[in-house]
């Protein structure tokens, strides 16, 4: 059996393409959804908003460093995680938020600002600590990876979207509110299909290899909604903030973290079991999260 790191996900080019776009098309959804009103809650409230982005792009990927360091993990895998920490909050964290009786204002709020944050910090966290880290640098020098692609990628699939998208909901507020409430599940759906498909063509792969990444891909995320949590509290925000950001710090966009994968990486073993993994699980631990707060608030309320 071939080595983690020396196996690939094999993902045909077409599907890479319709991968392109079903991730263009969920931004585009997420952009349907803001307005200006979202950026002036940065003025009127910037401290909840702070806190949020500091545990996203400062925080979350150093632990994600700290804990690779402490577990020392194959190659590929940590460059894997260090993908998942780097890439922006996953668009569901908006309706978990909700489910969780959690401040969906804020939520709204940080996914607009991480967004336009991750064109810049996603490609600068994801090649800082992957040449920090010597295995993980080691890999990036046999793929060559170039980091003004990774940013011009990462602009095409999530900058023009948000643009276009926040400008058809300024100039067409009304038919923007229903075709959001049409596109953003629809292209979530097919986003999945496609992972989905992936994985059933790559299923021998997944087989024999889950093992490596299961235990380590569940600590990770379990520590992220950690680590938002107690931040939150750290800085002294309500209850319902805190519910907020630990649930924006583990959900992740490991969408786009798979998209950067099979485009700059070629599908590599580790890096795209780890982010599908993550893609799976972080929606079951969200989830789970989400229902527990619901239903306290619930008993409390009796």
């Known amino acids: 059996m071939l080595k983690l790191d020396d196996v690939t996900i094999h993902f045909d080019a077409n599907n890479l393409w319709v991968l392109n776009i079903a991730l263009a098309v969920v931004m585009f959804g997420v952009a349907l959804g803001i307005t200006l009103n979202d ?10 908003i702070i806190v949020g982005l500091l545990s ?3 925080l979350l ?5 700290v804990v690779i360091r402490l577990v020392n993990p194959q190659p590929s895998i940590a460059l894997g995680m260090m993908m998942v920490a780097a890439c922006p909050g996953g668009n569901i964290s908006n309706f978990m938020t909700h489910l969780a009786k959690g401040n969906t204002a804020l939520s709204v709020s940080l996914t607009a600002f991480s967004t336009f944050l991750a064109m810049i910090m996603t490609p600068f966290n994801f090649e800082f600590y992957g040449h920090l880290y010597v295995p993980t640098a080691s890999l990036l020098k046999q793929v060559a990876l170039s980091p003004y692609e990774l940013v011009k990628l990462v602009l095409l699939v999530l900058g023009v979207p948000l643009l276009l998208g926040m400008l058809m909901r300024y100039y067409f507020s009304a038919f923007s509110e229903k075709l959001s409430r049409v596109l953003k599940p629809f292209s979530i759906i097919v986003f999945i299909a496609i992972v989905v498909i992936a994985l059933f063509n790559n299923i021998d792969v997944f087989n024999n290899y889950i093992h490596h990444v299961l235990g380590i891909g569940i600590m990770h995320n379990l520590l992220a909604l950690i680590l938002g ?3 939150a509290r750290a800085f002294k925000l309500s209850f319902k903030n805190q519910k907020t950001l630990a649930i924006e710090t583990g959900i992740q966009n490991s969408g786009l973290g798979l998209l950067l994968i099979f485009m700059f990486f070629n599908g590599l073993g580790g890096m795209a079991i780890i982010a599908a993994f993550w893609g799976i699980w972080h929606i079951i631990s ?3 999260l989400s229902l527990f707060w619901a239903y306290q608030k619930k008993t409390k309320l009796q």
């Open 286 to 288: 969200g989830l789970i």
């Open 61 to 65: 990927p150093f632990l994600t460093y």
């Open 229 to 231: 949590f107690f931040i």
């Open 39 to 48: 950026f002036k809650q940065l003025q009127k409230q910037p401290k909840p």
């Open 56 to 58: 996203q792009f400062v």
